[in-house]
Every structure is written in C-alpha cells, then in structure tokens.
C-alpha cells in the first residue's frame, strides 16, 4: 500500500507541484492524445486536467480561504489536491456540521491510462483519509459530503460514500468515515507481513 502525508493549506511546494501537473498534462496530451487536448475528452485525465487548470486559475480567492488539502507520495511529488468547505447538511431531521468537498483532483501521472513512471495508486484515498482524521483531531463531524460526476461515483460509493438523492450528492456518514479508516489501517497493518 503506498504512502502519502497530509498537508493543510497551501504551500509553496503545491504551487510548485501544480506547475508540473501542467508541465506533465502537457507532456502527456503531446504524447498520448497526438497534442490535441480534445482527444482525451471523456477521460479520468481529460477531467484532471480541466480541474487542475480551474483551480490554478482561482489559487488566489482559493489561497486566501485556506481551504486547500493535499496529499505527497513518496517521491515528495503532489499527488492529490482538494478544495474543501464548511457546510452544513440535515442528518435524521438535525442540521450537522460537516465539510463539503468541493474538488479532489489527482496528479495527471495518476490519472492517464498509461504506464507513467510517477504513478501511485491510492492518492485520492488518501486525501479523504486526511480530511476524515483532520476533523476528527479537531473534534469536528467525520461527515464529509461532495458531488460527485458520474464516472466517479463508483470510487466514492467503494470509500463508503453514499448517495443522497440522484443528484450527485454523496455523504460519508460517522460510521462509514469509521468504518473506512479501520479498513485502510488493517490494510496497512495486513500488507506489513506480506
């Protein structure tokens, strides 16, 4: 199981790592989609990448609310990036705290089909797991919420995630949040013997 650490706010080195993001989505459009972006369209990267240059186009109103978390590989190369807010959402007929992600988004050596070199699995895993245990050492809701396209709704729902009414809106209850970071740490704890 791969390794990532956790990382609030912004810092100079996701400015850094989200410059080559930019840098590789270019390299990989050039060399895989025959340097037209448009032939990616309706991929997992074609998605990253339109992610990654909204959020890069907004880092400064995004910076200024410090609601950036992130996740390193062991290459000490940003791996996944989430935009994230404070909201509320209704639980049993009580409103409830919780964070909403507003945007995960993976490195583009993540997200192409083809072998890459930098790729690890589990990035995205990670970030919701960094986000679960943030709140949780606050003493904040473990609720997370998102909306979530259609093409990813799988991930979410495998993390725990459920969906609310057709809309897209996926919710990691207290339980599910639990239940999620008792798995990763057996994972972890499994894959020490193999």
């Known amino acids: 199981m791969n390794e990532f650490s956790f990382v609030t706010g912004m810092t100079r080195e996701i ?12 390299e990989y459009v050039d060399t895989y989609y025959q340097g037209r ?42 791996a ?8 509320s959402i209704f639980v049993e007929e009580e409103l409830v705290d919780c964070i909403e992600i507003e945007s995960i988004v993976n490195s583009p050596w993540n997200l192409i089909k083809y072998p890459v070199p930098e790729k690890r699995k589990g990035a995205g895993t990670a970030i919701v797991e960094g986000i679960i245990k943030e709140n949780r050492g606050k003493g904040l809701s ?17 993390l725990g995630f459920t969906e609310t009414d057709g809309s897209g809106e996926m919710i990691l209850s207290e339980s599910g949040a639990a239940m999620l970071l008792s798995n990763l740490d057996q994972k972890r704890n499994s894959s020490t013997f193999d």
């Open 15 to 26: 400015k850094e790592g989200l410059a080559l993001w930019n840098e590789k989505a270019r």
């Open 37 to 78: 972006e448009e032939s990616a369209k309706g991929t997992r990267f074609y998605r990253g990448v339109v992610k990654t240059r909204t959020i890069t186009n907004n880092l400064s109103e995004i910076e200024e609310e410090k609601i950036i978390r992130s996740v390193f590989d062991d290459q000490n190369l940003l």
């Open 80 to 87: 996944s990036l989430a935009v994230i807010q404070d909201t």
């Open 142 to 158: 473990r609720i997370l919420k998102l909306f979530a396209v259609p093409e990813e709704k799988i991930f979410y729902s495998d």
